[in-house]
């Protein structure tokens, strides 16, 4: 459990070293296809934030192969994959190359390494490390360099560093006993996390996936204002689920538009009878120290999760059995 925690304090460092890199040369784009699932396909989340905050465009597909739009609007198709043997991933970068699409690839190595080689793609290699949802920094950060190199996203370095310093000060301050507080109210309970499009929503997703992988516990997360036009209503007929088997987190961000504010504000006060187990408001200036201070506080709490219920954070043994099943299974 203390190798999660010291790899979740590393994350200011890995956007450091971010920031730092020189990406390699890569064909020019107005807009950018990010393929990569799990803890690398974060990286597209993070991306896709960062860069409609400038107004770019770049879209984000967890699956296999490309989604169809892709050969007719011929975006750069930008591959992340932490161990580069991701099999969603790879079948992407092979229907890109067979339409002829641009394609950059970066990972630690693997088969997308390979492929970039045998390819002449461009790759940018990533420090190694134990999982790919411990590698934020360095794959969200591989990926904006990659789109600012490419001119679909504008200059990162600044805030990759802002934000670097930002969770050193979170670190140094009361985050961790605020994530043991929020780890305590959801003790027991399924976690739903709720956030506003955009920076909350992108974050809010990271928060699901890390109480699954690190606290082995169900979770899950929806998006306002869509909610407000459907899950809301679903707090009612059943009480007893409602206020005794989940637990519900709200992210703010304080650039939230005025309107969107306010739909957290009703939508908390409309909820009657759910358990709140938190509130979490996202500190600084830019996108990405906003998004990377939210990321922060829930990936402590998945660990806290963790450490009450008695399991280690860092293998994921289900996720290794399906792959093993998979390739036995392979038609």
């Known amino acids: 459990m203390d190798e999660m925690r010291a790899l979740i304090a590393d994350l200011p460092e890995q956007l450091r070293w971010a920031a730092s890199i020189t990406p390699p040369s890569v064909p020019r784009a107005s807009e950018a296809l990010i393929i990569g699932m799990g803890g690398s396909g974060f990286a597209g989340d993070v991306a896709e934030v960062f860069?409609?905050?400038?107004?770019?465009?770049?879209?984000?597909?967890?699956?296999y192969g490309l989604p169809g739009w892709a050969t007719a609007i011929r975006p750069l198709v930008v591959a992340v994959s932490h161990s580069g043997d991701t099999e969603e991933t790879l079948t992407g970068v092979e229907a890109a190359l067979a339409a002829g699409l641009p394609v950059v690839t970066t990972s630690t190595g693997?088969?997308?390494?390979?492929?970039?080689?045998?390819?002449?793609?461009?790759?940018?290699?990533?420090?190694?490390?134990?999982?790919?949802?411990a590698a934020a920094g360095y794959l969200s950060g591989a990926v904006l360099q990659i789109l600012e190199a490419s001119g679909v996203a504008g200059p990162t370095a600044?805030?990759?560093?802002?934000?670097?310093?930002?969770?050193?000060g979170m670190l140094?301050?009361?985050?961790?006993?605020?994530?043991?507080?929020i780890a305590g109210e959801l003790a027991g309970r399924a976690a739903i996390i709720y956030g506003a499009t955009g920076v909350a929503s992108a974050a809010a997703g990271r928060w699901k996936t890390q109480i699954n992988e690190n606290g082995k516990a169900p979770a899950w997360f929806s998006v306002l204002p869509e909610l407000n036009h459907n899950e809301l209503v679903g707090w009612t007929a059943f009480p007893d689920l409602a206020g005794?088997?989940?637990?519900?987190?709200?992210?703010?961000?304080?650039?939230?538009?005025?309107?969107m504010a306010q739909r957290l504000h009703l939508t908390r006060r409309l909820m009657e009878g759910v358990h709140i187990a938190g509130e979490v408001t996202a500190v600084g200036g830019?996108?990405?120290?906003r998004l990377f201070s939210l990321v922060l506080v829930g990936d402590l709490v998945s660990v806290v999760i963790a450490e009450r219920a008695g399991v280690d954070p860092v293998p994921v043994a289900v996720i290794q059995r399906l792959k093993k099943m998979l390739a036995e299974e392979a038609p």
Request: glycine letters at 12%; proline letters at 9%; charged letters at 20%.
């Open 51 to 63: 860069a409609s905050s400038q107004g770019r465009r770049v879209a984000v597909h967890k699956s």
């Open 110 to 133: 693997g088969t997308l390494r390979a492929l970039a080689e045998e390819h002449g793609l461009p790759h940018l290699e990533v420090p190694p490390g134990p999982q790919p949802r």
């Open 158 to 168: 600044s805030g990759l560093l802002e934000a670097a310093t930002a969770l050193d």
């Open 172 to 181: 140094e301050g009361g985050v961790v006993e605020h994530a043991e507080t």
């Open 244 to 259: 005794e088997a989940v637990g519900v987190v709200f992210l703010h961000d304080p650039h939230d538009s005025p309107r």
């Open 286 to 289: 830019g996108v990405l120290t």
